[in-house]
Structure formats: structure tokens, C-alpha cells
């Protein structure tokens, strides 16, 4: 099963997790990481680490952040280099997350990331 790490600034992943959960129930091999103001960039990485390592073993780990270019992007993308397995996707959105969560346990990394990509285009949506 695939891993996925929620982090952004602020409350951001634990909220975005706290809808997932409200949708679809607990997920395991879920994990939420904050930016917190106070926090150096060596703190982001100690945290993403120790989420990564919560989420073992794991067919590969994907981390969903914020914004493209913000630290939480940065680290999680030079920590992925560093790993087997591993994607970056930023912009994250309810609809891409539920549709990796849900489809998961059958997906190559690679095609989660195609499916989290299509869903999140596809989430988008405006009325009338």
C-alpha cells in the first residue's frame, strides 16, 4: 500500500485529513504534517522523516502538499529524492486526496499520481 504524507503551512494538512476522514473514515498509512510558524526547515524535515517512517513498509510514499515552491514543497520534494518510490504533487485538493486514498492498495506510484492529477483537474468545478 502506498503511503501519503499531507503537509503544508498551518492547519492545512491536518484539516485536509480531518475532511478525508469525515468523508471516507480513518485512513491507514496516513500521515499529516504542519508548517508551524516557528519551524526551521531542519524541523520540516525531521517531521516529514518521522512521518515517513510511521508509514513502513510501504509499496512507495507520496506527499501531498500545499503550494508549488513553498518550503513544504521543497523539503518534501529533496526528501523524495532520497527515497525509492516517491512523488511530490502540490496544489492538493479533497478530490484528488480521496482518490488515491481509495484506490491505493492497487495503484503503482506512478499511476496514483496520474489519478491524483485527473481528479483534482476533474474536482474543480463552478456554478452556475
Given amino acids: ?76 520534494a529533496l526528501l523524495s529524492r532520497e527515497m525509492e518510490r516517491a512523488s511530490v504533487i502540490a496544489g492538493t485538493n479533497l478530490p484528488m486526496l480521496l482518490e488515491v486514498l481509495l484506490g491505493r492498495e492497487h495503484l503503482s506510484t506512478e499511476q496514483a499520481v496520474e489519478k491524483a492529477i485527473q481528479a483534482g483537474k476533474d474536482g474543480i468545478k463552478t456554478f452556475p
Avoid at 496516513?30 to 526551521?40: L, N, Y
Avoid at 525531521?46 to 523539503?75: E, H, N, Y
Fill in 1 to 76: 500500500m502506498i503511503g501519503v504524507v499531507i503537509v503544508g503551512h498551518g492547519g492545512f494538512a491536518s484539516a485536509l485529513r480531518s475532511a478525508v476522514e469525515l468523508v471516507v473514515g480513518k485512513q491507514r498509512k496516513t500521515a499529516d504534517v504542519s508548517f508551524d510558524p516557528q519551524d526551521s526547515t531542519e524541523d520540516l524535515e525531521k517531521k516529514l522523516k518521522g512521518a515517513v517512517a510511521g508509514l513502513q513498509p510501504a509499496t512507495g510514499i507520496l506527499f501531498f502538499t500545499d503550494l508549488a515552491g513553498g518550503t513544504p514543497f521543497k523539503v518534501s
